[in-house]
């Protein structure tokens, strides 16, 4: 299999990828997002008239070179770009998909697990059990959403992971910087605001590799947030069969194949569904439970890049 993987060629979970996936026999490229771009090329005069259907003009290919001769494609990171940077980025992967390239997790997987509002939008109406959640943009939109939320929401930044930008807002006092913003910020500031879900002070990150789950349980004595980059402690975690099944449906819900879904317990103990993030971390996971989930999203990578079985028809780009 020629595999690529999309991120920091010096970030730990592409070197762990790389290695398992070379252990395996496979040849493995780094593409950093930047490198990313495609060729366009008009098909030559007549060839929408062609007869032959046996090798198609391709009008567009990919580059760097590895990527458009992938047989899959591993998504690590997501930087932070202007608006058609990230817009470029996303439609080159989905040119990718659509040409048939197994891109994990795809293009539109990416958008919406990485928009909390649009994810969370979706599971609800699904009927998964999400926290009430308010999004606003100007300074009378975004007070009403706390009020309706109580008076304690947690603001959380609508693209976001390893809860960086989460704060609880709790009085006029935290309140009062978000409307400043929001004031100064001619178009507005988009602005989320979840309710905060009393809990004992832990939570649950399932990570799903296709139907494979690994499981931590995430705990801190000192602040309601429990991730581990902000000094939670992780520790091994059996989740219970209601929780892994939530897990399942959640992902597959979002068309998420490799997804860390964050679950919280309420007051009566039953698990409400914070996020989905579809580019997630497991090194803390790794660390905490002694299961490296590497070497399942590898083997994932290899049933994606399998043929699909043959149905007895023949392709248009098969030979007659």
Not at 142 to 162: D, N, Q, T, Y
Request: charged residues 20%.
């Amino acid at each position: 299999m020629r595999l690529v993987v999309i991120g920091s060629p010096g970030a730990w979970h592409v070197a762990r990828i790389r290695a398992v996936a070379e252990s395996r026999g496979h040849e493995v490229a780094v593409v950093e997002w930047r490198q990313l771009g495609a060729f366009v090329v008009p098909a030559p005069a007549g060839a929408e008239h062609e007869t032959s259907i046996r090798t198609p003009f391709r009008t567009e290919c990919f580059f760097p070179e590895a990527i458009d001769a992938a047989d899959a494609v591993i998504v690590r990171g997501m930087p932070a770009g202007r608006l058609e940077e990230v817009i470029l980025r996303m439609d080159l992967l989905g040119r990718l998909a659509e040409r048939g390239t197994p891109v994990i997790n795809s293009p539109r997987a990416l958008e919406t697990a990485i928009d909390k509002y649009l994810s969370l939008a979706r599971l609800a109406a699904a009927g998964i059990r999400v926290p009430r959640t308010v999004v606003a943009q100007d300074p009378d939109g975004i007070r009403h959403a706390w009020e309706s939320l109580g008076g304690v929401a947690v603001m959380k930044p609508l693209f976001g992971s390893c809860g960086r930008g989460i704060e609880r807002i709790d009085s006029e006092g935290t309140l009062l910087p978000l409307l400043t913003a929001a004031a100064a910020a001619p178009e507005g500031a988009a602005t989320y605001l979840q309710e905060f879900i009393p809990h004992p002070g832990w939570d649950v990150r399932i990570l799903l590799v296709g139907e494979e789950p690994f499981a931590l349980r995430r705990r801190s004595t000192t602040d309601w947030r429990t991730n581990l980059a902000r000094g939670g402690i992780g520790e091994p975690f059996c989740p219970p069969a209601a929780w892994l099944d939530l897990a399942r449906r959640t992902a597959a819900l979002l068309g998420v194949e490799v997804a860390g879904v964050d679950l919280v317990p309420d007051a009566a103990g039953d698990p409400v569904v914070l996020e989905v993030n579809a580019v997630p971390g497991w090194r803390g996971l790794a660390s905490a439970t002694g299961l490296d989930p590497t070497p399942a999203v590898v083997r994932w990578a290899e049933h994606r890049a399998q043929p699909a079985p043959s149905t007895g028809l023949i392709r248009p780009d098969s030979p007659t």
